[in-house]
């Protein structure tokens, strides 16, 4: 009686397979594979849909977000679970729900790589965050759960850690504006 996720398919805006798979690439070479057979071992698609610095309703090439950087491909925005959802619906999976099991926006970050969180403010994170839940509940009816990343890193990580500013809780557990505002968001 279990549901049985696909193991959540994480952006990489690379296709070199000495590095990464793009996860659309990858997605549709599981679905290829036998014929798929793919299909019948799992119940629902996991997917993470980080946002970089780009706000839930924008998406590359159509509605680019602000930049600077990190704009200028599908795997920098949350709506690239759209293109997952495309893979499945292609695929002829698109009975299936696709779950996000992973997003979230970081704020000013110290680790290598998430320069993009120095453009999104505790504000912007807040509007952000609850923006992708209204999103997906008025233009994503085959999305089922969504986890947000994450409640509380801040508090068993220290500064440098990449995981830290994307808590929605401070060190001292006190609340960062995006815990307010999705405690305060309408719920389903």
Known sequence: GAFVVYGGL??????NPAIAVDDAVYL???????????????DVLGIHASG????????????????PGFFDHASFYFRRAEDLRKVMEEAGDGQKQAWITEFGWTTKNQAQGYEYGEYVSEQQQAEYLVNAFKWAQDKWPWCGVMFLWNLNFSTVSPP????YPWSVLNA?????PSYTALKEMPKK
């Not at 994480?10 to 296709?15: A, D, E, L, R, S």
């Not at 998406?59 to 602000?66: D, M």
């Open 10 to 15: 994480t952006p990489t805006g690379v296709n």
């Open 28 to 42: 549709k070479q599981t679905y290829a594979f036998n014929n798929g057979e793919i299909k019948q071992y799992f």
């Open 52 to 67: 970089a610095n780009n706000p839930p309703e924008t998406y590359w090439p159509e509605n680019p977000g602000p930049g």
């Open 160 to 163: 440098s850690d990449e995981k």
């Open 172 to 176: 001292d557990y006190s609340p960062r």
